[in-house]
């Protein structure tokens, strides 16, 4: 990948294609400006741009199909500029955008979108990776998300008492063989080493402070109890 430039391929042949933007061909790479290079675990090659989504690129056809935003949310991302990209073990893709965290299922076509509407502490997606326990740690601008794949739900961390700074860089994560994960920041690697963590094992109570009916609040008290 050449910044602004678009995307050069090397085979082993010595052959070398170069895949520019062209408004007149719909299946050329869809900005100049790559973000992300990333091969999945069938080899295929995914393409992250800067202002035009991501490409996947096919390698009989030397073609490229697109996801981009778009009004049909059930196939759109969240934003066309794409920081960073992963696949999980269940073999669903993710894509990290300044506006949210994105999951394409293969099978369907479809996307589901995260933000802070979710549980994220912060919509700006810096990096992407999976621990050995198929949980996805998300590293924003805001500090760092724990997603439970099982569970749906978010945990975040955020603050220099835990970290060195919140101002993480994009596709800058890895994960290291005692599954400690490492994200990179302005600031140094800040890690996370699961094998000290202790996950809670406290059952939340369900509280209802309001009850709306027909778009009226209806008061809670006692007089409701037996019925």
Do not use: C
């Not at 393409?47 to 949310?73: C, E």
């Not at 669903?92 to 979710?118: A, H, V």
């Amino acid at each position: 990948a050449i910044v602004r430039q678009g995307l050069i391929l090397y085979d082993l042949s010595g052959e070398r294609l170069w895949y520019k933007f062209d408004a007149d061909d719909p299946h050329s790479i869809s900005d100049n400006n790559i973000s992300k290079l990333y091969e999945d675990r069938s080899e295929r090659i995914w393409v992250g741009t800067n202002a035009g989504g991501v490409n996947r690129y096919d390698p009989v056809t030397k073609q490229f199909s697109h996801i981009r935003k778009q009004t049909n949310a059930n196939f759109s991302l969240s934003d066309n500029t794409i920081t960073d990209i992963y696949q999980t073990q269940d073999n669903k893709m993710w894509f990290g955008t300044p506006l949210g965290l994105n999951r394409l299922d293969n099978d369907s076509g479809q996307i589901k979108s995260y933000t802070i509407n979710e549980g994220l502490i912060d919509n700006n997606i810096k990096s992407i990776i999976e621990d050995g326990f198929s949980d996805l740690w998300i590293s924003n601008n805001g500090g760092i998300s724990q997603y439970s794949s099982s569970e749906d739900y978010f945990i975040s961390y955020s603050g220099r008492d835990i970290f060195s700074n919140n101002s993480f860089y994009p596709n800058d994560a890895a994960l290291g063989i005692d599954n400690t994960i490492y994200f990179g920041g302005s600031e140094g690697l800040s890690k996370i080493m699961l094998a000290k963590m202790a996950r809670s094992t406290y059952a939340l109570k369900t509280l209802i402070t309001d009850l709306w009916v027909d778009d009226k609040k209806n008061n809670i008290n006692t007089e409701h109890d037996n019925r």
